[in-house]
């Protein structure tokens, strides 16, 4: 396999560019020939994807439960890891797109290619909904494939001239596009970061709000409210002080709110109620969580008219550009789907789903303090982040599923902040909650004197 070995030295990134190409070429050959049994090609892999230092966080968490389920095919496993949702979409909603999908086969009611920018109905009925007190307009919605094809846009967008911050832990798709797009110079294995990313800490011992007076100018901060993993919302107040320090340093936020529907403290779920943010945000978020989306697929990302480049060119000109250049439209039928989420009945029934899966949240904030662990989150959010203090996160993750069965989600393949905590998830079935509490209990109650951590129980949101 190809290690990571282009730019390994400082030698290296003073050599001139037809020198680093040569040294390049002749080390994918060498390479190549170790790969090889027959010819290979004289292309060269893209310097940026050499730079990524693992699987995606979630494939790996894959990888490692079939390899489990292969070792013990008798067992139940419970997933409490990926935040996939599991309850059945209302059917007031499936209803609309199934007649949507039967009107396909009709003269009247065929449809081909819409517009890349999605339906302008379905765009209306976001800005209204979401947004409505808050001046955005239909134009400024664009309608896509959900909030992940979108950070990847964003990124076409940005280019890998920009610097960026990122919350630590942060959702990975952000430092990994950013890597892509060669924003990022290569992974330190001492600190567990990349070059050129300020990772801003975002932990107990700062309210999971980064310290802005000891944050660096950067073009862009990615930030995500309510946060995954940590499960927690920024105030208002935060969310002001963010806005100022962006525009002080003329930066750009990418807000991502994808679990804004879980807010039920008042808390802001748009980083639009915050004045100014117009000229300062791009937000980011989508139906997945909200209405159940994972395997339909639609979100939206926000660009407002008066954010501009430094030049005072629109901002929103060139997300245009690249929409329709990369990305031919959401699928017809999901934005039906949409529509019927956003109608009075959809978003009722929607609310329960919601209220489901808050309830589960409940279920196993409770088990876990119960147990004398320390809980975070799980307040606004369907995550729980758990300490498990002088612990490594994938040690503790191998262990649990080994012993309970039970998939969970290490913290550190969110970035170093993340190491010690596991997320676990409220996306689930009841009973399989209620069984998984169960099995934690019977885990960690013949375990405890093995387990420094097990010293006081918190929650604190």
């Known amino acids: 396999m190809v290690s990571l070995t282009f730019f390994s030295s400082a030698s ?11 040294s390049r070429y002749h080390k994918s050959v060498h390479c190549c020939l170790n790969v090889c049994s027959g010819g290979c090609t004289k292309l060269v892999r893209n310097v940026n994807l050499e730079k990524l230092k693992n699987n995606y966080l979630f494939p790996e968490i894959s990888r490692r439960e079939l390899e489990h389920v292969k070792k013990h095919p008798n067992v139940q496993l419970i997933s409490l890891g990926t935040g996939d949702t599991t309850e059945p979409i209302p059917k007031q909603i ?13 003269v009247e009611g065929y449809r081909g290619y819409g517009l890349e920018q999605g339906d302008k109905v379905l765009r209306k009925a976001i800005a209204d909904t979401f947004y409505g007190h808050l001046h955005v307009k239909s134009n400024e919605v664009f309608v896509s494939d959900g909030a992940q094809s979108d950070i990847s846009r964003i990124q076409l967008l940005l280019g890998s001239g920009v610097t960026i911050a990122v919350q630590d832990p942060t959702f990975p798709a952000y430092i990994d596009s950013s890597v892509i797009i060669g924003q990022t110079g290569n992974f330190h294995e001492a600190t567990k970061k990349y070059q050129n990313v300020v990772y801003m800490p975002c932990g107990p011992q700062n309210s999971f709000f980064p310290d802005l007076s000891k944050t660096p ?25 963010l806005v100022e320090f962006a525009k ?28 100014g943010a117009r000229e300062v945000a791009i937000e980011i978020s989508s139906f997945s969580k909200f209405a159940g989306f994972t395997g339909v697929r639609l979100g939206w990302t926000i660009i407002p008219d008066e954010l501009l480049y430094s030049n005072g060119f629109p901002i929103i000109n060139d997300f245009h550009r690249i929409v329709t250049t990369s990305f031919n ?12 989420c ?11 789903v919601i209220n489901y899966y808050k309830e589960n949240r409940k279920i196993l904030m409770e088990t876990l303090a119960s147990l004398g662990l320390t809980v975070y989150g799980g307040v606004n959010a369907p995550y729980l982040w758990v300490h498990f203090r002088g612990s ?12 309970t069965h039970i998939i969970t989600v290490p913290g550190s393949g969110f970035g170093p902040g993340g190491e010690e905590y596991l997320r676990i998830s409220g996306f689930g079935r009841r009973d399989d909650m209620i069984e998984a509490s169960r ?6 109650n013949t375990r405890t004197k093995h387990f420094p951590f097990l010293s006081s129980a918190s929650n604190t949101n």
């Open 217 to 241: 100018r950067t073009d862009v901060i990615f930030f995500c409210s309510p946060n995954n993993p940590t499960g927690y919302v920024a105030s208002e107040k935060q969310l002001h002080q």
């Open 392 to 403: 490594k996160s994938w040690d503790v993750f191998a262990e649990i599923l080994e012993k």
């Open 12 to 22: 290296s990134l003073s050599s001139s560019p037809s020198k680093i190409v040569k």
């Open 94 to 106: 499936t209803s609309d797109m199934s007649n949507f999908a039967h009107a396909l086969s009709t």
């Open 248 to 275: 002080t340093n003329g930066s750009i936020i990418i807000f991502d709110s994808a679990y804004a529907a879980f807010i039920e403290d008042g808390s802001p779920r748009s980083i639009y109620e915050i004045p």
């Open 342 to 352: 956003l109608s009075p009945v959809g978003l009722k029934e929607i609310r329960s």
């Open 329 to 340: 439209g959401a699928s017809n039928i999901a934005q039906a789907g949409g529509l019927a």
């Open 439 to 444: 099995r934690l209990r019977n885990f960690f």
